[in-house]
């Protein structure tokens, strides 16, 4: 015999000398979820150590993550009050442009500043956009909306703004409106290819946004499709998407790789809510090793060609890594 795999195996030094794949604390961006009118974080039930934060404690985490050395963080903001067209998105004082103010000045370049770009979050009906009489996700005046929020979050201090909708035409309209208001040099950070995923579940609860009727199968991807996600990504890029996302993660490997192979931009993949419950649920229960399970799903995202993770484990693993 002369090829022998295994002598490339035999220790840990040897190992890790030929690791084609490596994590870095810079390129995760942990997730978090700032909400109104709260006196104390409040525990995700079905995200056992995610919390839906204070200002306060949003900005401790935040300082934490940055100690540990996370690339960025991306903020979801959680209203008091909801109604059809997502008001508090875009008001100044929404606890999104408020929460964002009080980071930026405190973080400065410690990381990346990123923000969700999205309604479901602030509207009644829980959808990503408004509504035609009929109820359905009306294309092109939720642009008119996503444009007023991109500029609302860019002023507060936004450093990456994220559309997350996945409505036609909405980085370009976003683009233009940012530019408009003197924000050129705001990247754009595309959900590009986003599926409509049973994944999402635990999200809905920590960011309250689960649709009141229906579902966003009409807007997200069907996931069925991978092709139509080098479509997706190539209009976000004609329409001027700095970096690009796959979501969610896990079982979209083949996309992520395929997005990798055809552009030259960061790709980014997304390791979502039900993907991060999946894996603490089950070390709960004692039936995987959960440092493990969360480094081998880390690195399997990087190995499939994600330049970027956003993963709820963003400091902990970073802190492991140091
Ligand atoms: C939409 C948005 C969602 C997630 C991120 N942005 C929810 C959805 O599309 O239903 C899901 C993230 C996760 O599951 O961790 N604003």
């Given at each position: 015999m002369i090829e022998r795999?295994?002598?490339l195996r035999r220790t840990p030094a040897l190992r890790r000398l030929v690791a084609e794949t490596r994590l870095d604390p810079a390129d995760l961006i942990l997730p978090m979820f700032v909400k109104e009118g709260i006196a104390d974080p409040v525990e995700i039930v079905s995200m056992p150590g995610v919390y839906q934060h204070?200002?306060?404690?949003?900005?401790?985490?935040?300082h934490e993550a940055a100690e540990a050395g996370v690339g960025g963080v991306i903020l979801f903001g959680i209203p008091a009050a909801k109604d059809p067209r997502g008001s508090a998105a875009d008001d100044p004082n929404g606890i999104m442009q408020v929460a964002l103010r009080e980071l930026a000045a405190d973080l400065g370049d410690a990381l990346v500043i990123m923000t969700d770009l999205c309604l479901d979050e602030y509207t009644s009906h829980g959808h990503c956009g408004l509504l035609t009489p009929s109820g359905e996700v009306d294309n092109d005046p939720t642009l008119e909306r996503y444009a007023s929020i991109a500029?609302?979050?860019?002023?507060?201090?936004a450093q990456v703004v994220a559309p997350s909708g996945m409505?036609?035409?909405q980085v370009a309209a976003i683009r233009d409106a940012l530019d408009g208001a003197g924000f050129a040099q705001i990247p754009i950070l595309a959900y590009s290819a986003k599926y409509a995923s049973a994944l999402y579940g635990p999200f809905r609860d920590a960011a309250e946004c689960a649709?009141?009727?229906g579902d966003r199968a009409a807007y997200q991807q069907d996931p069925a499709n991978a092709r139509?996600?080098?479509?997706?990504v190539g209009l976000d890029l004609a329409e001027g998407a700095d970096m690009v996302m796959v979501k969610p993660a896990g079982l979209y490997l083949d996309v992520v790789r395929q997005v990798k192979d055809s552009v030259e931009v960061p790709v980014a993949a997304y390791q979502v809510s039900g993907e991060y419950a999946m894996i603490e649920?089950?070390?709960?229960?004692?039936?995987i090793d959960r440092e493990r399970a969360i480094l081998e799903s880390l690195v399997s995202i990087k190995r499939a060609g994600a330049d970027l993770a956003l993963t709820y484990w963003a400091t902990e693993v970073a802190r492991g890594l140091r």
């Amino acid at each position: 015999m002369i090829e022998r795999p295994r002598r490339l195996r035999r220790t840990p030094a040897l190992r890790r000398l030929v690791a084609e794949t490596r994590l870095d604390p810079a390129d995760l961006i942990l997730p978090m979820f700032v909400k109104e009118g709260i006196a104390d974080p409040v525990e995700i039930v079905s995200m056992p150590g995610v919390y839906q934060h204070t200002r306060e404690s949003l900005r401790k985490a935040a300082h934490e993550a940055a100690e540990a050395g996370v690339g960025g963080v991306i903020l979801f903001g959680i209203p008091a009050a909801k109604d059809p067209r997502g008001s508090a998105a875009d008001d100044p004082n929404g606890i999104m442009q408020v929460a964002l103010r009080e980071l930026a000045a405190d973080l400065g370049d410690a990381l990346v500043i990123m923000t969700d770009l999205c309604l479901d979050e602030y509207t009644s009906h829980g959808h990503c956009g408004l509504l035609t009489p009929s109820g359905e996700v009306d294309n092109d005046p939720t642009l008119e909306r996503y444009a007023s929020i991109a500029v609302a979050q860019a002023q507060a201090g936004a450093q990456v703004v994220a559309p997350s909708g996945m409505m036609d035409g909405q980085v370009a309209a976003i683009r233009d409106a940012l530019d408009g208001a003197g924000f050129a040099q705001i990247p754009i950070l595309a959900y590009s290819a986003k599926y409509a995923s049973a994944l999402y579940g635990p999200f809905r609860d920590a960011a309250e946004c689960a649709p009141q009727f229906g579902d966003r199968a009409a807007y997200q991807q069907d996931p069925a499709n991978a092709r139509e996600s080098l479509r997706e990504v190539g209009l976000d890029l004609a329409e001027g998407a700095d970096m690009v996302m796959v979501k969610p993660a896990g079982l979209y490997l083949d996309v992520v790789r395929q997005v990798k192979d055809s552009v030259e931009v960061p790709v980014a993949a997304y390791q979502v809510s039900g993907e991060y419950a999946m894996i603490e649920a089950a070390a709960a229960n004692g039936w995987i090793d959960r440092e493990r399970a969360i480094l081998e799903s880390l690195v399997s995202i990087k190995r499939a060609g994600a330049d970027l993770a956003l993963t709820y484990w963003a400091t902990e693993v970073a802190r492991g890594l140091r």
